[in-house]
């Protein structure tokens, strides 16, 4: 089972970004599937989950500027990324929630990681 990310790359502040992320080995389509953060030095943060009902949940400091999206028959997720700031730059990661109904913002609740995508963006 294998999880990969990309997309990532280098963007100027207020910029846009497409991640996508495709699950290869097992069908996450009934799963709730998740975006991460990491930047250097911090802890593992939160970006958004999806369930397969496409009910959502953002953290705070993403919501009303970041998207995600899946196509549940491609068994990819995405993550749309809009009026990025220097802040945002991290390691992106998705994941898959294979044992919890609802949408968790805890990285113990997810079972499968994609290796990260890296987001830059420059002041």
């Known amino acids: 089972v294998q999880l990969q990310a990309s997309g990532g790359g280098l963007v100027q502040a207020g910029g846009s970004l497409r991640l996508s992320c495709v699950a290869s080995?097992?069908?996450?389509?009934?799963?709730?599937m998740g975006w991460f953060r990491q930047a250097p030095g911090k802890e593992r943060e939160f970006v958004s989950a999806?369930?397969?009902?496409?009910?959502?949940y953002y953290a705070d400091s993403v919501k009303g500027r970041f998207t995600i999206s899946r196509d549940i028959v491609k068994n990819m997720v995405y993550l749309q990324m809009n009026s990025l700031r220097p802040e945002d730059t991290a390691v992106y990661y998705c994941?898959?929630?294979?044992?919890?109904?609802?949408?968790?913002?805890?990285?113990?609740?997810?079972?499968?990681w994609g290796q990260g995508t890296q987001v830059t963006v420059s002041s």
């Open positions: 999806i369930n397969r009902g496409l009910n959502t």
């Open positions: 994941a898959a929630d294979i044992r919890h109904s609802t949408l968790s913002e805890s990285p113990l609740s997810y079972d499968y």
């Open positions: 080995g097992r069908s996450f389509s009934t799963d709730n």
